[in-house]
């Protein structure tokens, strides 16, 4: 790189985000690759990483103001975007929902990681959706455990013996495996279901059972997703589904189609089958609505029979160092594959760029 | 038993009490023996036993003055102690703290199963404090990871490898040990001190390090706790201990010693060494002190530094279907102990109840 780039971070501004897009161990790497680094005052501190741990890494710590006009690259999470970019500057975060049309128009190149093209191997250090899925799969089970009223291992003591937690994960992408892998880990007895039955082999590798439902339809989609289902098919599941439900402690749900409502996989009806204590965590929860008819993202509530429901929003950000750091190697990743030389160098023939470079010379890529 | 034989279950009215003295299990193993069980209107409700789980078990669910009036035998955690208990009555409850001078006034029989001789292999099924630090230990790993910014896990994905947590456990009684465990199923690496000695054994079939004070003093003292140690051997012992804490991303401290204030072993200046984003929770904060300089009963702080400190008062309340149901098995252990054809027989010559039964016939016994 030529000592000319100068790549800023930014202080995350959105309600409970405790991330920040670079930790530390990345400033390192960039300097250490001739960039000029700086971090905004506080970037990292809710992170745990104090701005003196980024002075001690080569970056300078600045106001937000120097780091928006003297920035080459600008390294954010997500929205709310950073305003007042100029025609040059690249931005490069998680874009979803972004206003794409001004960022061309500022002439801003915008490049969003929920573009990358997930299934390609050589892409999959940069997948950033997958780091912050696995973080927030993990965060689940910790969620769950902390309200469950029971154990989540059997344990044998002189007191008696106490029966493993049944734990049900649906959604089997990488949120859904970390879940499972997490409550495996506390002893759980776990069975996870998914529309694609390729995931099977994938949950008994974890010493998890897979859910042969009798209505299952196959279901893989588009990189990586599960494809949406059509109405009938939804409510065949669901109901075949509300059975199992019922005979499950905790249940965590997982499944979301990308810019689409998410399916609903646990009804009212489903929930209210219940026993008293046990837990629902809908890790689909969001503005667009969730797998669990009850859910609200970012609020807790109690039934009347006893159910705790978690719209469990955003729970990569309650982790945040861990979170951080794997977003922060995401970013070094897909860094290293854009820039020679110290150079940024756009060129949409490559399948990796296509897809996350989404806005260039004044125009929107439509990737 | 015989059919006059009435047993009543109170509910708890302590502030965030949420266990019951028997769960409906418990009070079908007394009906099947002949008894009455009378249950106190919504005394299971906020450990999920609703008042319909008790009615099918065979029990009646009454108003506490019908409780209190009809009882032979009143069951109850801990204080506050239920009023307006009459001669002849017993109560069977974790009675440190109570009012025994006035227990014994009144003419009741008070059993109190923190006093029962511990390390007698029949008396195991019926240690209480055992049970309740087990469900503890459990929940002190909980509570540490939902707050720790990092996996307890060592995880290898496609965005790097994170390191395992470094957790330290500080007292290996019954819940340093289930605190071990736990974290161990979590995937920490876990290293554990004890001034008794011969934990070590103990802890290292669980998979965790034993740490080797040099300035170590075996500590072993009566009824399975450790002895206290001076004033100087404390301080020798934290001055070590600092050093080790600071190399620790979670601290978990379970050394109480019964009656009496727990020993200081993380000090002000030990948590200021630790990293930000270090959790310490002090299982020992009460109302005597605790075993860490900055907790507080019931209190979650964060230092300057960036360390939560959580002082966690009552964790077994906080997973009351586990706690209750074990503490339930305690108890029936020990009334299976007491009761012969129905009828309860006092007599201080038998080890156990020379330990538990604190007043009997209008008088303190000394136990």
């Given amino acids: 790189m030529r000592a000319e780039l100068t790549v800023a971070v930014l202080r995350e501004t959105a309600p409970g985000e405790r991330r ?7 400033v ?10 700086l971090v905004e005052n506080a970037a990292g501190e809710l992170a745990h990483h104090p701005d003196s741990s980024y002075t001690e890494a080569g970056a300078e710590v600045v106001p937000r103001e120097t780091a928006l006009a003297q920035a080459g690259i600008l390294l954010v999470l997500h929205c709310p975007l950073p305003t007042g970019l100029r025609k040059g500057q690249v931005l490069i975060g998680l874009l979803a929902g972004a206003d794409l ?7 801003v190149t915008a490049i969003g990681l929920e573009g990358l093209p997930r299934k390609l191997s050589r892409a999959q250090s940069m997948d950033a959706l997958s780091s912050q899925d696995n973080v927030a799969g993990y965060k689940a089970v910790l969620v769950a455990a902390q309200v469950y009223p029971r154990y989540l ?3 044998i003591t002189a ?40 995931t099977a082999e994938e949950v008994r590798s974890l010493g998890a ?12 989609g588009q990189g990586g997703y599960a494809r949406a289902l059509t109405a009938e098919e939804e409510q065949a599941q669901r109901h075949e589904l509300d059975a199992h439900i019922a005979r499950h402690d905790i249940v965590i749900t997982t499944a979301r189609v990308p810019g689409r409502k998410p399916p609903l996989l646990v ?23 969730g797998n669990v008819e009850l859910s609200e993202p970012g609020v807790t509530r109690v039934t009347e029979n006893g159910v705790t429901v978690i719209g469990a929003e955003g729970l990569a950000a309650t982790v945040p160092s861990a979170a951080s750091a794997a977003y922060s190697r995401n970013l070094l990743a897909l860094l290293r594959h854009l820039l020679h030389e110290g150079e940024l160098r756009i060129d949409l023939t490559d399948e990796i760029q296509a897809g996350v470079v989404r806005t260039h010379d004044g125009r929107e890529t439509g990737a």
Same sequence: chains 1, 2.
């Fill in 153 to 155: 291992p059997m344990l």
């Fill in 28 to 37: 390192r790497a960039l300097t250490d690759a001739g960039a000029r680094v």
């Fill in 209 to 220: 059972s897979f859910l042969e439902l009798a209505t299952a339809i196959a279901g893989s």
């Fill in 267 to 289: 009804t009212e009806q489903a929930v209210k089958a219940m026993v008293s204590g046990s837990v629902v965590v809908d890790l689909a929860a969001g503005p667009l609505g």
């Fill in 101 to 107: 049309p001004a960022l061309a128009e500022r002439g």
């Fill in 20 to 26: 920040v897009a670079l930790v530390p161990e990345g």
């Fill in 159 to 198: 007191a008696g013996t106490a029966p493993p937690a049944r734990v049900l994960v649906l959604g089997v992408g990488v949120a859904g495996l970390q879940a499972i892998g997490t409550a495996r880990r506390l002893g759980a007895v776990v069975t996870a279901y998914d529309i694609r039955p390729e």
